[in-house]
């Protein structure tokens, strides 16, 4: 998520429910997450995922809703230490702040920060550890995360990280789901950088997480991104001439042999030969730290 300039402007001390909106914390394409707390219940504080009324795209009428629809079911079913807790769903109802009124805004866990910004995790196999815990859950119940980065990654006061931000994420049917396209080319795999679409969406396996996730462990863990370029599309050409076999992946040398093994394994080119997410839950467990 960004910082910058916010997608959806709340004024503090704005009020819905019984939350009053304190500082923002964070833009995206479509949100921006506001500090909020409360003087009574619990908890006292949380996190206002605010949706925008509607998107830049005005003949897609029906992507704000199902974007949010997305993440309220995902997180409505699923329970786990490694997802943020979804507390409520609510309406802004505020004829004073027309871009606002019918605005849906998300009652969330409230967390540190997020990896990104977060300080370097002092023990990054732990921190690697716990992600795989969420994508084993997420993939176990049927759901691919589809936009696992950084910024996607939320650091507790605790120290520990949950999985965050999934109106991207889409449910298995059979061996396949369907996605929006809105993802970060950064740690998309070589097959989903120009996807087949239709309107259900683009169809994606949950070998697009374990990719991202090899993606992530190389940064945490030797602070590069895996594949050459100082740009994003630099990237991007080279993950194609890997897919390609016209190019090697070179993995930095300061990475322990075990995890060499594992993130080449998570960045294999055929998504068929990357560990599901169990396995690799397994293999990280057992990796020396």
Request: aromatic share 6%.
């Amino acid at each position: 998520m960004r910082t910058g300039p916010h997608t959806v402007t709340v004024p503090r001390g704005h009020r819905i429910g019984d939350w009053n909106v304190d500082r923002p914390l964070a833009s995206g394409a479509f949100t921006t997450v506001y500090a909020a707390h409360r003087t009574h219940g619990a908890p006292r504080t949380a996190a206002l995922k605010f949706w925008p009324t509607a998107t830049p795209t005005p003949r897609r009428p029906h992507l704000l809703h199902s974007l949010i629809r997305r993440e309220v079911e995902l997180l409505h079913h699923l329970r786990s230490p490694r997802l943020i807790r979804l507390y409520d769903t609510l309406t802004a109802h505020d004829p004073r702040h027309p871009h606002l009124h019918g605005a849906t805004a998300l009652i969330l866990e409230r967390a540190r920060s997020c990896l990104h910004t977060a300080p370097p995790p002092a023990d990054p196999a732990a921190t690697l550890t716990q992600i795989c815990e969420g994508l084993a859950h997420l993939h176990e119940a049927g759901w691919i995360h589809g936009d696992l980065k950084p910024a996607n990654i939320l650091v507790m006061a605790d120290g520990t990280v949950r999985l965050a931000d999934f109106n991207t994420a889409a449910r298995l049917e059979g061996t396949h789901a369907y996605a929006p396209p809105f993802t970060n080319r950064d740690h998309t795999p070589p097959e989903q950088l120009w996807p087949e679409m239709d309107e259900r969406g683009t169809p994606v396996q949950p070998s697009v997480d374990i990719w991202a996730f090899g993606v992530l462990a190389h940064t945490l863990l030797a602070g590069t991104h895996p594949l050459p370029g100082t740009t994003t599309a630099a990237r991007c050409d080279a993950a194609i001439r890997y897919a390609r076999a016209t190019q090697r992946l070179k993995l930095s040398t300061a990475l322990p042999p075990t995890w060499q093994k594992i993130i080449r394994d998570c960045l294999a080119r055929t998504p068929t030969d990357r560990p599901d997410a169990r396995t690799l839950l397994h293999r990280i467990r057992h990796a020396p730290h």
